[in-house]
């Protein structure tokens, strides 16, 4: 291991440039209603109320029969009892019949208990008897002609196979607390226990522009000097994946009106946020720190990182009042714009939806490759991760190339693998931080 001083002076650490990123949020964006089956992803603005008791009311957990327990006093498989069937329940149908001693009554999953009976006893427990026939088949499933009798083979407690109201949750109780990420199992719940719309932060709008005189929608002929554009359409991508609605700016060209243009549009069309890849480093035709300039300021420029060290951030007004507009300038090498993305913009847009967990989840991993990196800058490494050693750390590979425009190892990686500023070469079988990348 070789290590070297530290970062250059003029270079902000990532965790102050991100400190410097999420101060400038005041808070998560306002609450909006959207219907339950559409708010998988979002953030609960309030939480849910229960507006019912769930189950809302007595019901069979199994197929079979609702009867009296006391009926059922010991039966055995060889000494069954024998009850008269008197009708049946489905489920979504009120009990049109009362259970009364000696009697059964056909039930279904899920169907409402009857009048009368306080247990279930499953149908792989009981005989049918047919009028005037011989006995069916022992556990004939619960369909076809409702059987004159049945005999039942063993003896049931009270409650037996019965779901009681309330067991699951109250009228009035708190289903789901406020900030709570709504997954599929919060979808679930929150319309079972009635709530047809939920209170929610509202996604950030984001606008994402790809600048460069050589980029090239992808698909576009490129002609003599051009690349096709994976910075747009990848960051939006990125955008909707940390909870935004991007909206697609295109592609500008290194020309300050041009750029300045698309941003102004931006604000005007409610941007919440304004993503440019390209143009913040030093050279001749590096305009976007120029526009962010006119539109608002510019708070910082340059991070000791590695790929995206020439990383801009500043805030604009926004038109009527309210919370500023945050400006993103990341490096054009789109390996460089998804590091420096996965670093500072997506904790930002994911506090601005309203979710408490910014970062992505850390684990232990040991190199399985030597790796060198720039000193004085903390490198992410594009790796994959493998199986666990016996002390629990998860072996990583490199991905690929890890030069800022290797796109292919950025999409073979899972992980990032984190070298400390300090240390300028770490061989095979060091251990380093990873931030898995395919994990919220």
Not at 208 to 229: H, K, S
Not at 313 to 323: I, S
Request: proline share 9%.
């Amino acid at each position: 291991m070789t290590t070297t001083s530290t970062r250059s002076p003029d270079l902000l650490s990532v965790e102050a440039a991100r400190d410097l990123v999420l101060a400038a949020i005041p808070a998560a964006l306002p609450a909006e209603e959207v219907p339950t089956d559409e708010a998988l992803g979002r953030v609960l603005a309030a939480a849910v109320i229960a507006t019912t008791d769930l189950p809302p009311w007595d019901n069979s957990a199994m197929d079979g029969y609702a009867l009296r327990s006391a009926d059922t006093a010991g039966a055995t498989e060889s000494v069954p009892v024998r009850l008269a069937v008197v009708g049946d329940v489905r489920a979504g149908v009120a009990p049109e019949v009362t259970v009364t001693p000696g009697v059964a009554v056909r039930i279904a999953t899920g169907a409402p208990l009857p009048p009368g009976s306080d247990a279930v006893v499953p149908v792989e427990e009981t005989t049918p008897l047919d009028q005037g026939g011989p006995p069916g088949p022992r556990g004939r499933d619960a369909t076809g002609p409702l059987p004159a009798a049945c005999l039942v083979h063993v003896a049931v407690r009270p409650g037996g196979s019965v779901r009681r109201a309330g067991d699951d949750l109250r009228a009035g109780s708190q289903v789901l607390e406020a900030g709570t990420a709504l997954a599929p199992a919060g979808i679930a719940i929150a319309a079972g226990s009635g709530n047809g719309w939920l209170s929610v932060t509202r996604r950030p709008r984001v606008a994402v522009l790809a600048t460069g005189d050589e980029v090239r929608p992808a698909g576009a002929v490129l002609g003599p000097a051009g690349i096709p554009d994976a910075n747009g359409p990848g960051l939006a991508a990125l955008v909707a994946d940390a909870g935004g609605d991007p909206i697609r700016l295109g592609v500008a060209t290194d020309v300050l009106a041009d750029v300045l243009g698309r941003l102004r549009t931006a604000i005007a069309e409610g941007a919440d946020a304004i993503i440019v890849s390209g143009g913040v480093s030093v050279g001749p035709y590096d305009v976007v720190k120029l526009a962010f300039d006119a539109l608002g300021r510019i708070d910082l420029w340059r991070v000791a990182v590695q790929p995206g060290k020439p990383f801009a951030f500043g805030t604009a007004e926004r038109p009527g009042g309210g919370p500023p507009i945050l400006l993103f300038g990341l490096p054009g090498n789109p390996v460089s714009g998804f590091v420096t993305f996965e670093l500072f913009v997506r904790p930002a847009l994911r506090r601005l939806a309203g979710r408490r967990d910014l970062l992505r989840p850390t684990d232990r991993g040991v190199l399985a490759d030597p790796v060198s990196k720039s000193h004085g800058r903390r490198a992410f490494l594009r790796v994959v991760g493998g199986e666990r050693d016996e002390r629990g750390r998860v072996r990583v590979r490199l991905a690929g190339g890890q030069g800022s425009h290797v796109l292919s190892a950025l999409a073979a990686a899972d992980a990032l693998a984190i070298v400390p500023e300090d240390v300028d070469d770490l061989p095979a079988d060091t251990e380093v931080e990873i931030w898995w990348l395919d994990r919220a």
